[in-house]
């Protein structure tokens, strides 16, 4: 179990430490006012741990609280680790990114578009341009997910049961042959939305590699960089460790969320790419460490430096930012001056952001409200862990952005 701690006072790191206490205690009103269960939040500066802090409870009915080896249910912070593995096939020449999907996973051979009709009577037409790689990375190929409800495709995926999970017994495989018989929302490559994309990233990777996404991540990745306790299921004798799910009520409130998060508990016949993936503070810090430090991290290199910075620029045609080129459906954050990169969104312009940050920044989050961003500019990485369902039910992750930010005093 990897230990986490303190490693360097605030001041020795260019932070003020009264100015940190803001975001403990912005958190803690949260907890409070009983509209959230618990939080970690760690902010490491220079790669040194400068601030670590815990509040609320794992499990709030068994008064259990959080620690700093409390596992978290990390959902699509599990993007940013797949798109690192398919990264890594690219260095060893494996494929390139305006490769067309279909090369690898022939069900991508003749995608079409929705035009319009209902989810029961879709009219469409030939998709213009293959899905390429990149467009997998980037959430671009005009897939999207059954949980966002706003367009016919997401309700013919929930049809077929994708919400916010897929059937019980199904596979990767077998989950991405379904996705591949429904129609895009868009040509590949003319607009941006939030997708399973990174799932159907994380079959590709299976087919170049030969092995299951769980054996490539274990070998290639989680071993390497000491992730000990980051998977796609808690063991049994680890559980009293795993956060409890809650999901906020109309009313403000929490309730249990539990059933939605047990998929966890034993090992899943599907490995999403996507959003599979509990993990820890220090697991995921050691991740980020890597990236910071440019793909490498004690010894163990990943990536190259240009290969990671080639990833968390902004990919989106002429520049765009997701308000412009993306749709109108994923709103956990402002969306004017952020781009996407190949598994990240980017701070390009943080005044068009209108929330502290700084430009380059890279970042993403998960359903249960977690989040995390490295700031290459600042030297500066941050990581919040908590298990509120939906992510958009506070606004967590700005409000962390501008009290983390205003104590960087050198």
Same mark, same amino acid.
Not at 238 to 257: I, K, W
Not at 259 to 267: D, I, Q, R, S
Not at 324 to 353: Q, S
């Given at each position: ?37 618990? !939080? ?5 500066? $220079? ?23 409390? @596992? ?20 060893? +020449? ?77 596979? /990767? ?18 607009? !941006? ?26 070998? =290639? ?9 980051? +998977?796609?299921? #808690? ?21 249990? +969320? ?11 016949? /599907? $490995? ?5 993936? #509990? ?6 810090? =050691? ?15 990943? /990536?190259?430096?240009?290969? #990671? ?5 902004? $990919?989106?045609?002429? +520049? ?26 980017? @701070? ?25 961003? #490295? ?21 967590? =992750? ?13």
């Amino acid at each position: 179990m990897a230990e986490l701690q303190v490693e360097d006072e605030p001041g020795a790191l260019g932070l003020d430490a009264g100015r940190l206490d803001r975001a403990d205690r912005m958190l803690q009103s949260y907890v409070d006012a009983e509209r959230l269960p618990g !939080w970690l939040l760690l902010v490491s500066r $220079h790669g040194r741990i400068a601030h670590l802090s815990t509040s609320g409870h794992r499990d709030v009915a068994a008064g259990l609280p959080v620690e700093p080896d409390t @596992i978290w249910r990390i959902y699509s912070m599990t993007k940013p680790i797949t798109s690192v593995a398919a990264m890594m096939l690219y260095e060893e +020449g494996a494929f390139e990114l305006n490769d067309p999907v279909s090369g690898y996973l022939p069900e991508f051979a003749a995608p079409r578009v929705y035009t319009h009709g209902s989810d029961l009577k879709p009219v469409t037409e030939p998709a213009t341009e293959p899905i390429r790689i990149w467009h997998l990375l980037t959430h671009t190929a005009g897939l999207t997910y059954g949980f966002q409800r706003v367009h016919p495709v997401d309700a013919m995926l929930r049809a077929r049961g994708f919400d916010w999970g897929a059937p019980d017994g199904m596979t /990767l495989a077998e989950a991405v042959a379904v996705w591949a018989g429904l129609p895009l929302l868009f040509n590949p490559g003319t607009e !941006w939305n939030y997708s399973n994309c990174t799932d159907v990233l994380g079959r590709l990777i299976e087919v170049l590699s030969g092995s299951t996404l769980e054996e490539f991540f274990a070998r =290639r990745i989680l071993s390497p960089l000491g992730m000990r306790d980051t +998977g796609f299921h #808690v063991s049994q004798a680890e559980q009293h460790r795993l956060a409890r799910l809650y999901l906020a009520t109309p009313a403000g409130g929490m309730a249990s +969320g539990d059933t939605l998060g047990a998929g966890v508990l034993t090992p899943p016949s /599907l $490995h999403s790419g996507g959003g599979g993936l #509990v993990s820890t503070a220090a697991d995921y810090h =050691r991740f980020t460490e890597m990236l910071r430090r440019g793909g490498q991290r004690d010894g163990v290199r990943l /990536l190259s430096p240009r290969t #990671v910075a080639y990833m968390t620029r902004n $990919h989106l045609p002429g +520049g765009a930012d997701l308000e412009t080129f993306g749709r109108r459906v994923f709103a956990e954050t402002p969306m004017r001056g952020v781009g996407f990169g190949l598994g990240f969104a980017t @701070i390009d312009d943080p005044a068009a952001y209108r929330t502290l940050s700084g430009r380059g920044e890279y970042n993403w989050g998960g359903a249960a409200s977690t989040a995390f961003w #490295v700031d290459p500019v600042e030297d500066l990485t941050v990581i919040f862990m908590t298990q509120l369902l939906p992510s958009s039910a506070l606004p967590l =992750r700005t409000r962390l952005k501008q009290t983390i930010y205003q104590a960087l005093v050198d």
